[in-house]
């Protein structure tokens, strides 16, 4: 007798990762572990519309952090798919693009839940519900209400999964400001990131 294989679920985390920090891979790890997921790609951003002019460090820095960030992990991996067309970085495409390289593997796509709330405002949210399912870590303070979202977008029935997780209080731009004003990011980034971030300059 054949027993049937569990399909495989990966996990999507996208970002502009300016700098990736500890906040990023506690949330990926965490969400990976509640869902079962058998991996987390990350997708660092390209061209983001809602973040035009947000971005402050190049490409290849970022790409690199990432790196440094998840190497030796075989539960993470890093997809270039934004970084390397042209164009805005919708997360539509950028999830059908993933979804027809790892068919027929389910997607998961990991959000905060501020992001799930702001979702009727994105860019062909139906698209998005149709390339993957959504993994959302609440957030303290964010109520994120499912049914009037639901109303919003009927794709989102069935499709959400909700893992409450503890807050992890560091953000990017938080970061990059402490690295301006010469305060310590030691426990914020990786080591290798902190390293590589004062070795580079970034950020003054």
Avoid at 2 to 24: A, C, E
Avoid at 194 to 201: A, P, V
Wanted: glycine share 8%; proline share 8%; charged share 25%.
């Amino acid at each position: 007798m054949t027993i049937p294989t569990r399909p495989r679920r990966i996990g999507v985390l996208g970002g502009t990762f300016d700098p990736v920090h500890n906040g990023h891979l506690y949330i990926a790890r965490e969400l990976r572990d509640a869902l079962g997921l058998e991996r987390v790609t990350w997708v660092p951003a390209g061209r983001p519309p809602h973040k035009a002019g947000q971005i402050v460090s190049s490409d290849r820095d970022r790409l690199t952090m990432l790196e440094l960030a998840l190497a030796g992990s075989p539960l993470d991996e890093i997809s270039t798919i934004d970084l390397d067309r042209a164009g805005p970085s919708y997360t539509a495409d950028t999830l059908e693009l993933l979804r027809s390289q790892v068919s027929p593997a389910t997607l998961v796509f990991l959000m905060g839940e501020d992001s799930l709330r702001d979702l009727p405002t994105w860019h062909d949210p139906e698209r998005i519900l149709r390339a993957a399912e959504l993994a959302v870590a609440g957030r303290p303070g964010i109520d994120a209400n499912l049914d009037v979202l639901t109303q919003a977008i009927p794709a989102l029935n069935g499709r959400v999964h909700l893992a409450l997780i503890d807050e992890v209080p560091v953000s990017s731009s938080d970061i990059r400001q402490r690295v301006r004003e010469n305060q310590p990011i030691t426990g914020l980034v990786p080591a290798a990131v902190e390293s590589y971030i004062r070795e580079r300059g970034l950020y003054t």
